[in-house]
């Protein structure tokens, strides 16, 4: 049985733009505003140039959008306000889609909202609110006629902020809409900020190492209603490292809009067992996802500042994404240490191209063949002292120490070989000390090691009661003593050459050889 009882009122509370603006910040939220501008653009003229000028005002703490891609009908004028009105269709190639984004970005950035529109040459509408008109529940709100502006422009004027303009803001801001829009900049669309016009800053900084430059991969996806969305994959190593600011990973753009930057998660890959945990060793890595096609289609959330992993078209990607995700890190990290030798210095070259066709069903033939990497020094060193470490423990300092001089001597530092210079003999002196407490069979009370370490002479004479190092060994082991003495303890500079540190520390590590049984001697 089904009968009709009663009626329920579904027109949704005007909390929902309140409880639907906690994700927004400045960027964001204006980026929804130039979202928006695009999007009339498109339905207006697509190819037509188009201005916005965006004002931020410090002083008076208010904020002015201005643009000029075509205005608004009056009788669209709902979809400024009404949640999930809008004019887009979702098989547009647009960016807006939920009919969400100006409402939420304007209450999210003002108490006070006034916005006035153009269309083509009619009359020049405005419609205001402010939070009074967000306590209760009339939905209706007047269209006032007022002067006319320019033809085709619209203007959103915001006062009584919730945000704080300063110049942090702006400047990140000016970053944040640089790099956000970099495809749209210079091609038809004019961005100002405080009367600056604003150029692209890209993420493509490729270096071309032979046999692993940069590759590109063409093709199309089926949507499940039987349209089809154009994908490209371009991955390769970047020229500079990047593993503080964080600028590795993978980026995707929707439509040529930048939805997601530098994702280093799980789902694209950087997990044990593919690409590894995020780690400065893979920080040469850059893939670039680009999706064109149906807004419906596009796998982002609702503020566009993220990618929603359950989405169809992200899932038949996933595993093409964390294949090359998995391939250029493998490279990154095989090549750690060597990076300027292999890869920095190749700074042209050509991107190799893959069509695909069917993105889902391609194979993962492309990825080209892994070079046979050099072990790293320190993996080598460790590998080749573990037996001893682990019957020895005290010995792992040594050898560390040792990979630390190799690390350091490979620097752009003035000051490496002081460096390298106290660290070695401070080695030794430690070495003495470890042997003559583990190695030499006779006991040291810790008074007794207190007084002979009071002199380096005395360590010296007491080593050799119990090992023997040939008088030559010695006396250049003095001499770099006297050399780190005078570092500390003298008010001249002490100039410490290659050589010296190169003869030092094969002293050193022949006598952490000879004592403890250390390796050192590595192909």
Avoid at 345 to 373: H, M, T
Wanted: glycine content about 6%; aromatic content about 8%.
């Amino acid at each position: 049985m089904k009968k009709e009882i009663d009626r329920i009122n579904a027109v949704p509370s005007k909390r929902l733009f309140l409880s639907i603006i906690a994700d927004y910040d400045l960027n964001t939220a204006i980026c929804e505003l130039i979202d928006n501008v695009i999007d009339i653009r498109f339905r207006n003229s697509k190819n037509r140039p188009t201005n916005i000028a965006i004002e931020l005002d410090k002083n008076q703490q208010t904020i002015r959008v201005l643009d000029d891609a075509g205005g608004v009908k009056e009788s669209e004028l709902d979809v400024i306000i009404g949640p999930g009105h809008t004019t887009n269709l979702p098989t547009d190639e647009t960016i807006g889609i939920f009919g969400v984004g100006t409402k939420r970005a304007v209450v999210a950035l003002a108490q006070d909202i006034k916005i006035t529109t153009r269309y083509g040459n009619d009359k020049t509408c405005r419609v205001e609110f402010d939070d009074s008109w967000l306590q209760n529940d009339d939905w209706e709100l007047p269209v006032y006629e007022v002067d006319d502006i320019p033809q085709g422009t619209s203007v959103i004027e915001l006062q009584k902020l919730r945000v704080i303009i300063n110049d942090e803001a702006i400047s990140m801001l000016k970053e944040h809409l640089q790099r956000t829009y970099e495809r749209f900049l210079g091609n038809g669309i004019v961005i100002k900020l405080n009367s600056e016009t604003l150029t692209p800053i890209k993420f493509e900084n490729w270096a071309y190492p032979p046999g692993n430059s940069p590759m590109e991969l063409n093709g199309t996806l089926p949507t499940e209603d039987g349209k089809t969305v154009k994908v490209k994959i371009l991955a390769g190593l970047a020229r500079e490292s990047s593993p503080a600011g964080g600028e590795y990973g993978v980026y995707f753009y929707c439509n040529d809009r930048l939805i997601a930057r530098a994702l280093k998660d799980y789902e694209v890959g950087f997990t044990k067992g593919l690409a590894g945990q995020p780690h400065p060793s893979v920080s040469l890595i850059r893939v670039i996802v680009s999706l064109n096609g149906e807004a419906q289609s596009m796998p982002w959330n609702s503020s566009k500042s993220g990618i929603n992993y359950k989405h169809p078209i992200f899932v038949a990607l996933r595993d093409h994404i964390v294949q090359v995700v998995k391939h250029w890190a493998s490279l990154s990290r095989g090549w750690e240490g060597n990076w300027p030798k292999n890869v920095f210095k190749y700074k042209s070259g050509n991107v190799v191209q893959y069509e695909l066709n069917n993105v889902k069903e391609a194979k993962k033939s492309y990825l080209p063949q892994l070079p046979k990497f050099k072990h790293r020094y320190i993996d080598l060193i460790k590998q080749a002292n573990r037996k001893v470490a682990k019957e020895k423990p005290w010995t792992k300092g040594q050898y560390e120490t040792i990979i630390a001089v190799d690390i350091i001597s490979k620097q752009h530092l003035e000051q490496k070989n002081r460096i390298c210079l106290v660290l070695l003999d401070s080695t030794l002196e430690i070495a003495f000390k470890e042997y003559l407490l583990n190695e030499s069979g006779e006991r040291y009370s810790d008074e007794r090691i207190l007084r002979l370490f009071r002199d380096r002479n005395s360590v010296q004479e007491e080593i050799k009661k119990h090992f023997t190092l040939a008088p030559e060994i010695w006396k250049k082991i003095n001499y770099y003593y006297s050399l780190r003495c005078k570092l500390i303890h003298e008010r001249a500079n002490v100039v410490v050459s290659d050589s010296e540190i190169e003869d030092f520390r094969e002293i050193v590590q022949n006598t952490l050889k000879e004592m403890f049984g250390l390796v050192f001697d590595i192909e």
